[in-house]
């Protein structure tokens, strides 16, 4: 009968290869956060350009557009009633001041859209900097 024990010492083996494997997976980690950082910016400007320019279209629209609209059809209502345009300069009137209208209801929705985009980015941009300060505490 043979009994032995059997006890590794670390004095020759101290992990080295799970302290490697452990480092570069740390690296390659910081490296995706990085990365997400750098994407998450070009998101961030993109909604910001996206909000602006559907913000520049609202404004366009209910400045200048509508209310250009709203006067060629009420002078058009007015040239009829007077017998000087037809029913269908009229009704053309009339339909161009819906098709106003349809612009700016579709570009108030692209604006709430890009508002929500440009919220969501920077949720998602908080909890990237949380994991970024996450770990550079360590």
Excluded: C
């Amino acid at each position: 009968w043979l009994l032995g024990l059997s006890m590794p010492l670390p004095l020759w083996d101290r992990n080295e290869g799970g302290v490697a494997e452990a480092r570069a997976a740390l690296q390659a980690a910081e490296f995706d956060l990085e990365r997400a950082a750098r994407d998450l910016v070009a998101e961030r400007e993109a909604a910001l350009a996206e909000r602006d320019a559907a913000t520049l279209e609202v404004d366009a629209l209910r400045l200048s557009g509508l209310p250009s609209s709203k006067s060629f059809a009420h002078l058009a209502a007015q040239g009829y009633e007077a017998g000087r345009l037809s029913l269908i300069e009229r009704l053309d009137a009339e339909r161009a001041l819906v098709q106003t209208q349809e612009l700016l209801v579709a570009a108030r929705l692209r604006l709430r859209q890009s508002e929500a985009r440009v919220a969501a980015v920077a949720h998602d941009a908080g909890r990237i900097e949380a994991s970024q300060d996450s770990s550079t505490e360590r």
